[in-house]
Nanobody, 122 residues
């Protein structure tokens, strides 16, 4: 059994920063790519950032230069550091990780956390 938990959301003012965390636990063999998504009210879920196991990163244009994704492979955690937040950044942030378990070490599967709410006031 594998669990993914996000934390760090909250209410901030425009221009402020926030750091989200994503922690994986359970019978983990390895974690491949980790993605961060945002679900804004009334909008489709948006892929914001991806970090590979080796640390390569890709960002959506909407957050490039403001958000930074990182991970700690030894601790099975990932973070999303968000600077210069805007009201449009409001939404539920979720991490999605491709995890190979001890029972199926050859086949990573996607796991989702429950999400954490971020509200940016103007």
């Amino acid at each position: 059994q594998v669990h993914l938990v996000e934390s760090g959301g909250g209410l901030v003012q425009a221009g402020e920063s926030l750091r989200l965390s994503c922690a994986a636990s359970g019978s983990i063999f390895s974690i491949e790519n980790i993605d961060w998504y945002r679900q804004a009210p009334g909008k489709q879920r948006e892929l914001l950032a991806t970090i590979t196991k080796s640390g390569s990163t890709v960002y959506a244009d909407s957050v490039k230069g403001r958000f930074t994704v990182s991970r700690d492979n030894a601790k099975n955690t990932a973070s999303l550091h968000m600077d210069n937040l805007k009201p449009d950044d409001t939404g539920v942030y979720s991490c999605n990780a491709f995890i190979a378990t001890m029972r199926k070490s050859w086949e990573p599967s996607p796991y989702w956390g429950q999400g954490t709410q971020v509200v940016v006031s103007s």
